[in-house]
């Protein structure tokens, strides 16, 4: 299994921005795709940003490419999500996920797909 473990979270005036910390721990070497899902109080999951682990490809939701960047340490089993130009509709519950292909990353827009492994999640709000 693994475990992941988010940090990063807080309150943030709009156009600020945050950087969002995933520790990734166990067995690491299955995950194919990270990302980073959320969830507001009145809506769904969704899909916000993923990576291929080792290879870097990213992908976003069309929502916030251009304000978010997705990256990783692969050396410390880290992920990141960097949110600048933050809006309030960007509040809600962030959740770090991993998946064991690339089903994860490549649907990455809508609701999660192919998610093995969920962290407990790290709140952001925008006001």
Known sequence: DVQL???GGGLVQPGGSLKLSCAASGNTGGAYC???FRQGSDKGREGVAGI??????TY???SVKGRFTISQNVSTNTLYLQMNSLKPEDTGMYFCAAG??????LMISGSPSGVDFWGQGTQVTVS
């Open 5 to 7: 473990v988010e940090s």
């Open 34 to 36: 990270m990302a980073w």
């Open 52 to 57: 291929v682990v080792g290879v870097g490809r």
């Open 60 to 62: 976003y939701d069309a």
């Open 100 to 105: 064991r292909s690339l089903r994860p990353c």
